[in-house]
C-alpha cells in the first residue's frame, strides 16, 4: 500500500513536471469538461431530485412530535443536502460513472498502445491525457454539487406538497432558517477535494493497467472501489478539520 | 546511425537481452530478425525510450540517447516514428486527424493549411488519399498500418521504427506494407528499423539484418548473405519455413539467387 502510495505521487509529480503547452491543455481540458461535467448533468439531476424527495419523506416519517414544528423537515432537507447528500452522494455517483470512464479510456489507451505512440512522439502522455482530466473534474464538480443541492431541495419540495407532509409554506420557511453560509463553502471544498481525489486515482489506476480487456475491466472496478474509499475518508478528515 | 552499445535488460531475474552490440544504418531497411521471446521488442522499445536498458547506452547519430538530459532525449524522440504492432491510431480522431497530430503537437511554427497540405500529402503517399474522414475503427487492419506509417513520416522523421508491421495481415497486404517501408526509406534516406519474424520481409527490404537469438545477437549482414549464413540456430529459424525450404529447393536446382525464386515456383514445388 505505501509502495502504491508512493507510485500515486510520482505519477502525480510526472503530470506536473514537463508539462505540454497550455493552448493544448487548454484546447483538451474543455472538451473533458463535457465529458465530465455536461454529460453527468443528467444523472446527477436524477439522484439528487430523488434523494431530496426521499430525505424530505423519511424525515416527515421520523417527526411524528407534534411539538416539533412541520418547517423543521425542509430545514433538516436543506443541512443534509448541502453538508453531506449533494457533495458526496453526487461525487459517489461521479465516482462510479466518471472514475469507470478515465480508468477504462486510459487503460484501453495503454493497452492498444497508444500511450506508448505518445511517448515515442516526446509527448509528455500524463501530461496531455491526466492533467486535463484532473483539471476540468476539479471545475466540474462543484458545479454538479452546486445543481444537485438545488435539485434535491426541489425534489424535497415537491416530495413534501405532494404527498401532504407537510405545505410549500413551511417547507420554504423550513429551508431558510438559520441558513449557515459557510456551509456552502464547506461543501464546495469537499467537491474540489473529491473530484481531485476520484480523477487521480482513475487516471492512476487506468494509466499502469497492462495485460487485455479484462485487466481494463478490473482497473475500472479497482478505480471506483478506491475512489468511493477515499471518498469517504476524506469525507470524514474535511469534517473534522473543517466543521 | 543508431548505434547500441551492450545494452542489457532483465525482468525479475530472467536477463532478455544479454549485452547487444549493433548498429542500425542510415538509408537502410535494418531488420532485427529472430523468433517469439527473442528481445526483438524489448530491444527496440529500450531504443525509442519505452524502456531503459539496465546497463548499455544507445546513440543517435552520435548524441547520446540513455541516461541523457530530458531535453535532449525529447529533441532525439522528435525525430523518432514508429509503427506499432497494433498501429495504435488515437480511437477518438478520424485518419486525418491522426496523421495531423504529431505536427500539431510538435511542429507548432506550421500553420493550420501547412498542416492539412502535410496531411494530404502523407496519406496520398501511403495510397489513403480518400480515407481522411474515416475512424480508424471504420478501417481495415492494412489500412491502419499505413495510417500508421503516415502518421510517422509526417513530422519528418529521421528514424523509423516498425514493431511487427506484418502482424495479422495476409501475405499480399504484408508485401505491400513492406514495400511501403522500403520505398520510404529509400526516398527520404531516413533509418528504418524493423523488428519481424517473417522471411518474407527478410527477402523483401532486408538492406541490413540483424538476427537475435536467446538476447544476444549472433548474425549480422543483409538478404543475399543470409543463406549462407553458417550459424545453426539462425538456420535452423531461417528453414523452418516450408516456403522457404522450397525456395531454396528451386535456388539450388537452378544455381540462380533466392530472389529468383518466385513464390509461385515455391509453390509449385
Not at chain 1, 455517483?93 to 489507451?109: D, E
Not at chain 2, 531475474?13 to 549493433?22: E, F, P
Request: charged share 20%; proline share 3%; aromatic share 8%.
Amino acid at each position: 500500500m505505501v509502495k502504491s502510495f508512493g507510485e500515486f505521487l510520482l505519477f502525480i509529480q510526472s503530470m506536473l513536471f514537463r508539462k505540454e503547452r497550455f493552448a493544448v491543455l487548454w484546447s483538451r481540458t474543455v472538451d473533458e469538461c463535457i465529458i465530465i461535467g455536461v454529460n453527468s448533468i443528467f444523472i446527477v439531476s436524477i439522484v439528487s431530485a430523488f434523494i431530496g424527495a426521499v430525505t424530505c419523506v423519511q424525515i416527515a416519517y421520523n417527526l411524528v412530535n407534534p411539538l416539533i414544528p412541520k418547517s423543521t423537515i425542509g430545514y433538516m432537507v436543506r443541512e443534509m443536502t448541502i453538508l453531506e447528500l449533494a457533495p458526496t452522494i453526487t461525487s459517489i455517483v461521479l465516482a462510479g460513472k466518471v472514475g469507470s470512464s478515465i480508468a477504462g479510456g486510459l487503460g484501453t489507451m495503454r493497452i492498444t498502445e497508444q500511450v506508448s505512440a505518445l511517448e515515442v512522439m516526446g509527448i509528455n502522455s500524463a501530461s496531455y491525457l491526466v492533467l486535463p482530466r484532473i483539471v476540468a473534474a476539479m471545475l466540474m464538480f462543484p458545479l454538479l454539487v452546486i445543481l444537485a443541492m438545488s435539485l434535491s431541495i426541489i425534489g424535497g419540495y415537491l416530495a413534501g406538497s405532494l404527498t401532504g407532509a407537510l405545505s410549500a409554506q413551511e417547507y420554504i420557511e423550513g429551508i431558510r432558517t438559520d441558513f449557515v453560509p459557510y456551509n456552502i463553502v464547506f461543501a464546495l471544498i469537499k467537491s474540489v477535494v473529491f473530484a481531485f481525489l476520484v480523477s487521480a486515482i482513475s487516471a492512476f489506476k487506468g494509466f499502469f493497467t497492462s495485460g487485455g480487456a479484462l485487466e481494463v475491466g478490473a482497473a475500472s472496478t479497482d478505480a471506483v472501489n478506491n475512489s468511493i474509499i477515499a471518498i469517504l475518508v476524506a469525507d470524514f478528515a474535511l469534517a473534522a478539520i473543517l466543521l | 546511425m543508431i548505434e547500441v552499445h551492450n545494452v542489457q535488460k532483465s525482468f525479475d531475474g530472467n536477463q532478455v537481452l544479454r549485452g547487444i552490440n549493433c548498429t542500425f544504418e542510415t538509408g537502410k531497411c535494418n531488420l532485427l530478425l529472430g523468433g517469439s521471446g527473442t528481445g526483438k521488442s524489448v530491444l527496440l522499445q529500450c531504443i525509442v525510450g519505452l524502456m531503459k536498458p539496465d546497463i548499455g547506452s544507445i546513440t543517435f547519430d552520435g548524441t547520446v540517447f540513455t541516461n541523457n538530459k530530458v531535453d535532449i532525449k525529447q529533441e532525439i524522440r522528435r525525430k523518432i516514428g514508429m509503427l506499432f504492432q497494433g498501429s495504435a491510431l488515437f480511437d477518438s480522431m478520424t485518419v486525418a486527424e491522426n496523421v495531423e497530430f504529431p505536427l500539431k503537437m510538435l511542429m507548432t511554427e506550421m500553420s493550420r493549411e501547412e498542416r492539412l497540405d502535410r496531411v494530404e500529402f502523407c496519406l496520398k503517399r501511403v495510397g489513403l488519399e480518400n480515407a481522411g474522414n474515416k475512424m480508424p475503427s471504420e478501417i481495415s487492419g492494412g489500412m491502419k498500418k499505413r495510417v500508421g506509417i503516415a502518421r510517422a513520416i509526417a513530422p519528418n522523421c529521421t528514424y523509423l521504427f516498425c514493431d511487427e508491421p506484418n502482424s495479422g495481415l495476409d501475405p499480399l497486404t504484408s508485401i505491400k506494407i513492406d514495400e511501403l517501408i522500403h520505398e520510404i526509406t529509400h526516398e527520404y534516406g531516413i533509418t528504418t528499423v524493423v523488428v519481424t519474424h517473417d522471411m518474407n520481409s527478410v527477402v523483401e527490404i532486408g538492406d541490413h539484418i540483424i538476427f537475435l537469438y536467446k538476447g544476444q545477437k549472433l548474425w549480422d549482414g543483409n538478404k543475399d548473405e543470409i543463406l549462407n549464413a553458417q550459424v545453426p540456430e539462425l538456420k535452423e529459424f531461417i528453414f523452418s519455413s516450408s516456403l522457404v525450404r522450397a525456395a531454396k529447393k528451386v535456388d539450388d536446382e537452378t544455381d540462380g539467387g533466392l530472389a529468383a525464386a518466385t513464390t509461385d515456383e515455391a509453390i509449385n514445388i
